[in-house]
């Protein structure tokens, strides 16, 4: 049983470079399986940079323990959903545990071997586990800035997976995809054509259906008792910045408009599938109190739906509001989105507290390597 890791990349070489790192540097007490990566890269444009980025890791890391490493070309006329998910299909036989890990996520020591282990010890096939927010990339150069208050090096340790239940889809990051492990089998594509079925239900163009597919795949999974819960960091959440010296950081990307992508994960939750499922009835209760706090979000940037196509979207997710759900709170949050998303800036209290400690690669790969050796 082979395991597959697949990292998509899209426009951004100086994360690939630390995302790959952190990859390359794993290690496995355990021999015996084949362990590969393919490096699916999404932008035609983009080749050379990818190329020469992953050319430099395995040249820092002559040592590696991978047995095959593979550049991919995204196919430019799918969504980038159906690319990641074809290409894994393509490249793992069932029995394989499968990880896609984002191109700006760092994975912590020895978590890629223990979730492999404890993906094949369970008998579940989809597995979530916890992630922490501490890394924060610069666009212009190949720099990290570090939160020392959480453990950047912090140790992989080994754990089992345990069955889910309704508070862990609450706190849980589970539309984060570097967070999940599947474990593939007919019964794993089966429930994921559920999914794809699912989000083609809503009637708009793919950039509305399709962000939160990860996240449905966890209510799916869910749903069939197969879901597969840790409370354990695996891996670190990078964030991309472009740095300006007047104004709030600015997102290299517009970030996704949280007020259309939570209308539609509110039509998922409402399904046929899972409308009448009381263990979702707590996660679209916290779902549709997120929701309330990017109303205006979506009544002002809508994603290219028209007023008429934000009323459909509202009618199918049920989430109709009433007045006196605005409180003050609410609104100053609403607020506070709304601006965010218009000035294309990401939390104001990093302009004031600064990004943490900017650290040098060899800096942070040293103490990354010596929390390995704890082991």
């Known amino acids: 049983m ?3 890791l697949l990292i998509p990349t899209f426009q951004r070489p100086s994360t690939l470079y630390w995302s790959l790192e952190s990859v390359i ?8 399986f084949q362990k590969k990566i393919y490096i699916v890269n999404n932008d035609l444009n983009s080749s050379f940079s990818v190329n020469e980025t992953v050319q430099k890791v395995l040249q820092n890391n002559p040592n590696h323990e991978f047995d095959h490493i593979e550049i991919i070309q995204g196919n430019p006329n799918l969504y980038l959903i159906h690319n990641w998910f ?3 299909k393509k490249f793992t036989a069932n029995g394989d545990i499968a990880i896609i890990h984002g191109d700006d996520d760092i994975m912590l020591p020895y978590t890629l071997f223990f979730r492999y282990k404890a993906a094949l010890a369970s008998d579940k096939f989809i597995f979530v586990a916890n992630s922490m927010w501490s890394s924060h990339f610069i666009k212009s150069r190949n720099g990290i800035y570090i939160d020392l208050i959480k453990n950047p090096y912090q140790t992989g340790k080994s754990f089992e997976y345990n069955a ?7 706190d849980l990051p589970i539309p984060f995809i570097s967070a999940y492990t599947y474990k593939v089998s007919n019964h794993f594509w089966a429930l994921f054509q559920q999914v794809i079925d699912w989000c083609d239900e809503i009637p708009f163009e793919p950039k509305i259906r399709y962000p939160f597919v990860p996240y449905f795949i966890g209510l799916a999974a ?8 840790s409370q354990q960091n695996i891996v670190i959440r990078g964030q991309l910045f472009d740095l300006r010296y007047l104004l709030p950081p600015k997102t290299v990307t517009e970030y996704a408009n949280g007020g259309i992508t939570l209308l539609t994960g509110l039509v998922i939750l409402n399904n046929h599938t899972l409308k009448n499922d009381p263990d979702f009835e707590l996660i ?6 997120t929701t ?16 008429n196509d934000l009323k459909l979207l509202y009618e199918m997710s049920g989430a109709q509001f009433e007045l006196k759900e605005f409180t003050i709170p609410v609104i100053i949050k609403n607020l506070r989105h709304l601006l965010d998303n218009l000035l ?3 939390n104001i209290k990093k302009w004031i507290s600064g990004f943490g400690k900017e650290t040098s690669y060899e800096a942070f790969w040293t103490n990354w390597d010596k929390s390995n050796l704890l082991r």
């Not at 889910?164 to 609450?170: A, I």
């Not at 309330?292 to 007023?307: A, D, E, P, V």
Request: glycine share 6%; aromatic share 10%.
């Open 344 to 346: 294309f800036t990401l």
């Open 2 to 4: 082979n395991l597959v």
């Open 164 to 170: 889910s239940n309704p508070k862990d889809l609450v």
């Open 292 to 307: 309330l706090q990017y109303i205006f979000q979506s009544l002002f940037r809508r994603n290219g739906l028209t007023i």
């Open 284 to 289: 679209r209760l916290n779902h549709r109190r």
């Open 222 to 229: 869910h749903n069939l008792n197969m879901l597969g819960i």
């Open 25 to 32: 540097r794993q290690r496995f007490p355990l021999q015996g």
């Open 86 to 88: 074809d290409n894994l």
